[in-house]
C-alpha cells in the first residue's frame, strides 16, 4: 500500500483515524478506507466533495456526508461527551461551511458543539445579544473572513480561549484570506490563537482537546 | 529655488501650505519656508522632529511646534469654524501620535475636533461607553495598529463617514502596519475608506474637506 | 434561518437591506430575500450574476437587473434626491463594471451620478476636456486598475473628497489589482482615500453618505 | 490621563493587568504604573528594557526584572497554584528570551512552568531525551525559530495542545520570523494553534487559561 | 525548427535529451521528439498530461509513460548503474508525484532508487522506523509541502547531502508553496540544499550528479 | 459610445490605433473598430483570442490574425521602414508567444525585426554563436522567464539598449513571472530597462520608438 | 587584486569605468581606483559618502564630488556632446537626490540634460507648464516615489521614449518603492521602461546610450 | 548550562562543533567554548564580529580569526585532505563575505578551495576566462547578489553539481536578496540547488560533505 496508515495516533488519544481527500485519487481513498476500516476505529474523511463520498460509500454502507462541512464520518465506536461545550461563532453567512468543518469535526470526536453563526463586527448587537451561548462555552471558535475582526471583539468580550479560524472569503485585498489571518495573529485581546486559513478541521480537533482536558 | 512651491493649491482651497518634512535637509526647509511666508498664508509642517522646529524658528519666530503629532503651524489668516466637528478615535495609547497628526491638522483647517483615545476592541465597554461623542460627528477618524478592528466596530456601531488609519504600531505579523491596513481595506461595515499607513495628516485633511461640505 | 438579516442597519439609517451575493448558495439568497421583502424595504444585492437574477425573480418578480454592474435592486420605498451630484470617473473601459457597482449603488440609494469614463491619464486632455462635470460635484469616485494614477491627478485638479477604487484590471506586476491598490494609498494629492479592489459598491455607499451630510 | 486603563478585565478573569512598553514614553508608563497600583493588583509589564525598569523603580521599589524575557512584574496579590503545569520547549538558544517572556508569563499569572530548551529539530536525539518533561504537561508552548519545524514534530509526538510561537530568530529567507510562522500554520500535526511572532506574552497567558480550566 | 534542440549537453555529460511539456503545443512537442531520435539518445519528457503520451506514441511507438510521474521516458541507449542508492522520502501521501518525477528521472539517469513515502514529521515513528534505507543512500531527496519540516528532521538524522523539495500540497497559509519552500530554506540542519517548489525532475537530476561522483 | 477613443495619439505620433482586448465584451471591441476604420487608420488589436478575431472579421473583412502573438492588425496606411533593425532574443521557446506580441507590434509599427529563440542562458553557446545578429541590432528586445538572467547576460554581451520582458514561464517560486521581474529589475549590467510580466506589446512598441530616433 | 577589473567594456562602449561604492572597504575602492588611474579612463564611483570622496582624493587629487547625487567622477578623456539632450524629472523635491545621480551620470557619459524638478501630478499646472522642455528631449527621465503617477502622465503626453525611475520615497503602504515600482511596470501609457528602485546611474546610464544613438 | 551543545553530530560524522554567533551574549558564547573544549573538538565560530573574537581569545588563546568570512576557527584535530577540491565562485567584490564564510568553512571541514571572485555576467569573458579552475571541481559554490543569474551560468557550462549561494548584496527591487533567491530557485540550468540567503557557512558544510563522498 502507497499510505503509511497512522495507527499509532488513534490508539495513543482515543481519536478517530483522519484522511484529507483533497488531491488524493478516488481509489487510493478507497483503499485507506478499507485499510482502516479493518482495524474498526471511527474515522473522519476531510475535503471530501460529493464525487468522494459515492466512491467511500461504495466500500463502506454506513459513511454519512456532511455536505456543508465537506466531510464524511464513519462510526464504529461510541464516545461519551464531557457536560462542557464548544461554541462556534461565524462573522458572516459565507463562512460557515468552515464552521461546519469544525462543529463536525469537534461533535465527531465527542463534544458538544453551540453553533452562533452571522454575527460579524459590522452589526455588534448581533454578538452581545447571543453573548450568554459564547460565554457559557469551555472553549471558543471564531471563523471569520474579510477583516477578521470578530477573533478579537469576542477575545475581548470573554474569557476564555479563543481559536481563530481566518477564512478566504472575501476579495481584492483580502488576498485569499491573508487580510483575516494578519488580523487574527495581530489580535490585541490576550487568549487568541490562530490556525491555518479555512481550517475548520483543526479548530475542530484542537478544541476537542482543550474541551476535554 | 529647487522646489516649485506650489501657489495654486491654497488660492483654489483656502487650505494652507503644506510640507513634508522627512527627508528634506534644514536649509530647504528654511528656505522653503521664508518663500512661503511672503504670501503671509497659514503653514503646515509635518513630520518634523525637534531639530526641524529649530531651524524653522530661525527663520519665523511664531511658529508653534506639537510634539506628539511631529507637526509645526504657522497662523497667519484667521478660518472660521464649521458648528460640527470631527471625532478622532484610537484603539490604544500608542496610535496617538498618528491620531494627533490627524487632529492638529484638523484643527489648523479650522475644525473642531473631539478626541476619543484608548478605546481598543480588546476591550469593547470603553469604545460603548464613548459612543455618544463618537457619534455626533459629522465624519469619524479611526485610527488603529496590530489587527485595526476599531475601523470596522466604529463602522458598524455609526452612520457616518469613516476615515481608517492603519497604523505601524505592533510587531511581528504585523509587517509594519500591514496586518491594520488590510484588516481596514476589508472591512465588512459599509461606509469605511482607508488611509495610508501612518497618515495622520490626510486623515485630517480629507475629514476637514467632509466636515466643510 | 441560517442568517441573521440584519434589521437594525435599515431602521437606523435609512439605507436599503444589502446582500452580497458571492458565494451564497441560490436557495439561501432567496430565503434571505423572502424574509427581507416581509420587511417592506428596499433590497440591494451586489455581486450577483444572471442565475442569481433568475433565482431572484421567482420570489420577487419587479426585482431589476443591472448586468454590467452585477447588483439586482428592488424597490419599495421612494428616497428623496439631493440637488448635489456624486460623479465616477475610471480610466479604462475595462474598469466600467466597478464604475457601474459604484454608480448603480449611489443612485439606488438616491443621488444624482455623473458618469465620466476612459478618461485616464495615458490621454489627459480627456480628462482635462471633461473638468467641469468632475469639480461640479459634491464628492467623486476614481476607478482606475493597472497603476491607478487616475486617482492622484483627479485629487490634484480637484478640491473634493476622492473615494479612489483600484480595480483588478491588468495583468503581469498589477498582481491582481495591488499595483493600483498602493498606487492610491500612497497618493501625493491630498483629499484621497481607498476602497477594497474592486469594491464599487463600497464606494457608492460611502459616496452617497459623503453627498447628504 | 491620555490611557483607559482596563479595569475590567482584571476583575473579570483574575488576572493582572498588563503593560507592553515598546513605544511608550517613560512618563506615561510611569503613570500607568501609578494608576493601577491604587487598584492594588499584580501588574505585568512586558518588552522593558532596562530604562523602563529604572524609571518603574522611581514610582514602585518592589518591581522585579526579568531581564531574558523583558519583564516587569509587581507583586500585590497572591495565586494558587494548580497541581498541572506547562512546557515551555525552544528550538535553540537563541529561541530563550522569547521563550522566557512566555514563562515569566505564566508564572506571573500563577502556574508551575517546565523550561526545555535547545531541543530543535536538528538534533532530534535532544528531544526524545526529555519527551517526558515535555508530555506531561497539560499544555505546551514550542518556541521556534528559522524554519519552526519545532511545533510539527512535538505536536506529532504529544497528545496535549500546542501553542506554537515563531521567533525572528534565523536571517536571510526567513523575513523576519515569516518562515517560521507559516511552516507553524500549517502543520500537518493536529493540536497546534499559532500566535504572532515572538509573542511569548500571548503564549504564557493563553496557556494559563487554558492550564486552569 | 522554432527550438534550438541543445546537442551539446547531451555529449558532454551523458545525460539524455529533456523536453519540459507544460504550455508546451502537441506539434512542437512531436517535432522536438523526431529531431531527437534522429541522434539516438535517450529522451526524457516531463510535466507530460496524457494528451501528451497520445501524441509522442504517434512519432514514437516504444514511448513510455510514467502517470503518477507526468514522465515518458524513451530509450535508445544502456545506462550503466553504480552500487550506491538514492532515497526518496516523503510527509504524505499527496507529495508522491513530486516525488516519483525525481525518482522516475534519476532511475532513468542509470540510478537506483529506494522510495520511503509518507514518513512526515507528524508521526515520527514511521520514519524512524525506516532510517536504515535512508542513512544507506549516497544522497537523499526529501520532498514535503504544508510546513516542509521533513528536510530538517532527515537533515538532523542523517549525514549525507539532502536535496529537499518543497511541494504545493496544503492549502491556507501554504501560499502555494511557500511555507514549504522557506521552511526549508531555514532549515537549521546542515547539509540542506533546496530545489524549486515541486522541482522533483530538478532533484532527481541533481542526485544522480551527486550519487555518480 | 462608451469608449472614448483616443484620436490625438495617432495625429500626434504616427502610431497606429491601439486596442486591449483582454476582458472586453465582443460587441464593445467591433463597436470600438468601427469608430476606428472611420478615421482610416492602421489598428492593433492585442490580447485577442480567436473568438476576438471572429468577431473583427464581422465587422472588417481584411483584419490579419498573428494567433501565435494573440494579435490582430488591420492596415491602412504604408509606413516607411528604417535601415536599422531591432532584435528579439528569447530564452526558451514558452516564451515564444510573448516575444511574438513584441515582434509583430514592432513590424507593424514599421520596423524590420530579427527573431532569435530559444538562446538562454543553460546553453550558453546557443546565444554565443548567434551573437552577430543581436549586436547588429539598434535595440534588443530580451523575453525570458523562469530566473530570467538572459536580459543580464545579453546586456552584458552588447553596448545596446536592451528592453527585458520578464515571461509568467515557468513554475512554483517563479510566482507568474515575479522571478524573473526582480532578476530583470536588479540587473547588474548597464543599458537594461523592464517592461511589465509578459508584456510583449510594451516592449515591441518602445523599441519602435528607439529604433526610429 | 581581490577585483577582476573590466578593462573590456571601457574600450568596446566609450563608457567610463564604474564602481559601485555602497559596501565596499575604503582600501579597497582605493585599489580599485589606483588600478583604473593606469589606465587613463574617466571614471565614475557611485553611492559615494564623504568618507568614500576623502579616501579617493588621497590616491586622486583632481577627483570631483558631487554631493547630492554621492557620485565621484575622474575626468581624463574629454567626450564630445551630441546636439540633442536628456530631460529629467522628479516629482518632488525629495527625489532629487535620485535624480542627480541620473543626471550626474548621463552628463558625464557626455550629454546635455535638462533638469525639470518638483513637477508631480498632485499639481498638474507645474507639469503642463514645463512641456516644452520635457518634449524636446530625445529621451526622457522620470523619477518619483510614492505613487509613481508621474510617468504614466509624462508617458502620456510625450512622444518619447520614458526611462521610470520609482524611488524609494514615502512611508507606510509604499514599501520602500514598491508602489511606485508596481505603478510604473503597470503604466497605460506606451513608450515607459522600468529602472529598479532608486537605480539613478542605469537610467542616466542607459538614457545616454539612447541619446546617442 | 543553557545550551544543550550536541556531542552527538560531532561523533557522527567527523565535523567540528559548530556556533552561531549572532544574537548571543559574549558570556555564552564563552561558556560554549570552554564547554567544547573539554571533548578536544575542532570548533567553527560563525557571524563573529570583533568583540566576540577577543572575548573567544580570552577563554581560548589560539583561537584565529577570518575577518572576512568572520569566522573564528580552533583547531585541535587534523584532518586528511581529499584530492578532489571545490571552487568558489562570485559574481562581485560585494560578494566576497559570503563567499569566505563557504571558503573557510569548506577548508576547516578538510577541503581545498579554488577561490574565483567576480566574475559575474555583466563581463562573461571573466568567468569564460577560468573556466578550468571551476570545471575541475568536483562541487562548485556560485555566490552571487541582485539578479544572481551567475548560478544559472555556471549550472549552464559546467557538469557538475552547483550550490547556488543568493546574497543580499543591491538595493531597491533585489529585498535584501529575494530577486537573488528566486532567480537561483528557478534556474533552468539542471544540476542547481539553493541555499539561505547570504548563507556561506551552509555552502561551504554541504559542499564538504559532497566533495568527501
Ligand atoms: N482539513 C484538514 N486540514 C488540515 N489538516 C488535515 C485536514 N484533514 C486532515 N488533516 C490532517 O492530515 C492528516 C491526514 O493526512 P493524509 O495522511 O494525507 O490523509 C490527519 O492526520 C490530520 O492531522
Ligand atoms: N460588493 C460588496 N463589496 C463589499 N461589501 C459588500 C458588497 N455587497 C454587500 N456588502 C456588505 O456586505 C453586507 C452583507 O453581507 P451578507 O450578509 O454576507 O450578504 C452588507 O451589509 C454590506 O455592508
Ligand atoms: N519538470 C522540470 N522542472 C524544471 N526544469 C525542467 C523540467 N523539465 C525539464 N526541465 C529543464 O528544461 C530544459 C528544457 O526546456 P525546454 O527547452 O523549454 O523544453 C531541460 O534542459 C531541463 O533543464
Ligand atoms: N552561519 C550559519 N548559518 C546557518 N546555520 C549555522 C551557521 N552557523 C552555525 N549554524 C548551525 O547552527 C548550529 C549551531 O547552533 P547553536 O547551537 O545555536 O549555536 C550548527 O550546528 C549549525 O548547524
Ligand atoms: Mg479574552
Ligand atoms: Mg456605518
Ligand atoms: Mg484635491
Ligand atoms: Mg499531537
Ligand atoms: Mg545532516
Ligand atoms: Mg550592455
Ligand atoms: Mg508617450
Ligand atoms: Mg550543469
Redesign the interface.
Known sequence: G???V?H??EL??G?PE?I?C???QLE?IQHIIVEMLKRNNNILATRANPEVYEAVKEVCEDAVYHKLARIITIKRKEIQLPETYISVVT????D?PVAEEAAITAEFLGNRVERI??????????LLGNLDRVTGA??IIAVAG????LA??V???V???V?AV?T????????????????????????????????G??AG??AS??NK?
Chains 1, 2, 3, 4, 5, 6, 7, 8 share one sequence.
Open positions: 502507497i499510505a503509511k497512522d499509532h495516533r495513543r488519544n481519536y483522519v484529507y483533497e488531491g488524493k487510493h462573522g458572516g453567512t459565507s460557515i453563526y452571522d454575527v460579524g463586527v459590522a452589526g455588534l448587537h448581533r469551555k472553549v474579510m477583516e477578521g475582526a478579537s471583539v477575545g475581548g468580550l474569557d476564555k480561549p481559536l481566518p478566504s472569503v472575501g476579495y481584492g485585498a483580502n488576498f485569499n484570506g491573508l487580510s483575516a489571518l494578519l488580523c487574527m495573529l495581530n489580535s490585541c485581546a490576550s487568549g487568541v490563537a490562530v490556525m491555518n486559513i479555512d481550517n478541521f483543526g480537533y484542537m482537546m482543550i482536558l
